[in-house]
């Protein structure tokens, strides 16, 4: 694909992606080889156990830390090539962070308004005059116009939480991105927290990635990609009926169609719960095309050796 029409179509183009991070004497692999395209505009979330990458792969796109190979582009700017003002100048322009531990994002000794005004002080996007004013139609878009003068012990967790998706939004980011932002907090508030990156989407368009282990709120957006051992490994796109019902309807409902994705050589990730369901113990599946499709399955036990005796 020309990369003109790879930026003009996708805000993040990651291509066979690999992190190592060196200590002493280990060398850990966090990413390795990574594919994944992500539109402009795109609502999404990445999920995976523990340990499989996905927030490596969001510091990567936040500027938080650089890549060891392969290729990431985002926003037309490849971020292998960036120096260390450049890439200053990335963060403060073109992403906002929200994280999990709301003390990351939130000064306690100021209230809500002035936090969300902190950034614009030190970014330069927003005029000095008009930074109170732009933080109070932040909070207002996040429901907490009227906590704006409330300071962080008079905020319940998911106010917090919404406080610290303004402060992402200070910068008038391009991209939104969320790691774990429901973890501190109850189902039901994380399902309004969600409700707000969905309403922050349509609304300004911004694109949005949420990185969650919790693949029943992962439901209510537009894409699922499910990330193990460092790779991409399955998409789960929303089913049509479901994305036109979707402010309606009960947020455990199955949502999207699942797909496995294959890399450039063709390779992909079979699930392990679906090759413990198929009986797989080794390395080997048996696999023939029939009526147009693949199939999986364990492959055959292998005969047992018979003793001989010498007669």
């Not at 390795?32 to 999920?47: K, S, V």
């Not at 340990?51 to 971020?79: W, Y």
């Not at 002035?114 to 008009?130: A, H, I, L, S, W």
């Not at 704006?148 to 919404?162: A, F, N, P, W």
Request: aromatic share 4%; proline share 4%.
């Amino acid at each position: 694909m020309p990369q003109e029409q790879m930026q003009a179509d996708d805000i993040i183009v990651c291509e066979n992606l690999v992190k190592i991070y060196k200590t002493v004497d280990l060398e850990v692999l966090a990413l390795q080889g990574l594919e994944i395209n992500i539109a402009r505009g795109e609502l999404m979330a990445i999920i995976g156990n523990s340990g499989s990458g996905k927030s490596t792969f969001l510091n990567m796109i936040g500027g938080l830390d650089r890549p060891s190979a392969g290729r990431l582009i985002v926003d037309g700017k490849d971020l292998f090539k960036l120096n260390e003002a450049q890439l200053v100048e990335y963060k403060r322009t073109t992403v906002g962070f929200v994280w999990q531990n709301n003390a990351r994002n939130l000064l306690p000794y100021l209230p809500a308004w002035q936090n969300v005004q902190m950034p614009m002080m030190f970014g330069g996007v927003v005029e000095r005059k008009r930074q109170k004013e732009r933080a109070l139609e932040l909070l207002e878009i996040v429901g907490l116009a009227h906590k704006k003068d409330s300071k962080l012990s008079q905020l319940s967790g998911g106010e917090q939480q919404r406080v610290a998706i303004a402060i992402a939004l200070a910068n008038n980011p391009k991209i939104l991105l969320a790691d774990e932002p429901t973890g501190s907090v109850d189902a039901k508030t994380g399902s309004y927290i969600l409700d707000v990156f969905r309403e922050l989407n349509r609304q300004l368009g911004l694109t949005v990635i949420i990185v969650t282990h919790d693949r029943m709120l992962s439901k209510k957006v537009n894409r699922v990609v499910a990330i193990r051992d460092g790779k991409t490994s399955s998409e789960m796109i929303v089913k049509q009926s479901y994305a036109d019902r979707l402010d309606s309807i009960n947020v455990f409902e199955e949502a999207h169609d699942e797909f496995v994705v294959l890399d450039r050589a063709g390779r992909l990730q079979i699930p392990r719960e679906m090759l413990d369901e198929l009986g797989v113990t080794g390395n080997k599946v048996k696999m023939e095309l029939k009526d147009g499709k693949i199939l999986i399955e364990a492959p055959p036990p292998e005969p047992a050796a018979q003793d001989t005796q010498a007669g």
